[in-house]
């Protein structure tokens, strides 16, 4: 007979896997110190826009700010729909996280 286990289990374990993915989740507050990681990536960008035959920048954020190393005169507007694009993405990650979870621990319960 295969070990069962409690739904208290099952929200205790559910946590823990979550917090551990939102943990390894890195948090950015110095944009303009983190973002020159990527110093130079544009001009890959830029080569493969031309090949595709388009012309057009495809994140407004990395225009304005010119690739993260200047701070345009409206930062505050470009930071918060940068934050809210970011929250936007992470609430669809921590749902798909949550339900990959929540798949695995019913897997788990079938029996067999």
């Not at 917090?19 to 990681?37: H, I, M, P, S, W």
């Not at 090949?51 to 507007?77: G, H, K, M, R, S």
């Amino acid at each position: 007979m295969p070990l069962r286990h409690s739904i208290g289990y099952d929200v205790i374990f559910f946590i823990a896997l979550l917090a551990t993915a939102l943990a390894l989740g890195a948090a950015k507050d110095e944009y303009f110190v983190v973002q020159k990681a990527y110093r130079g990536w544009n001009q890959l960008a830029r080569a493969c826009a031309r090949t595709a035959e388009q012309d057009q920048p495809d994140d407004p954020a990395n225009v304005v700010t010119d690739n993260w190393t200047a701070v345009p005169a409206q930062w505050e507007d470009v930071r918060t729909r940068w934050e809210y694009s970011h929250l936007a993405g992470a609430a669809f990650q921590i749902m798909a996280m949550s339900a990959l979870i929540v798949a695995a621990l019913a897997r788990a319960r079938l029996p067999g």
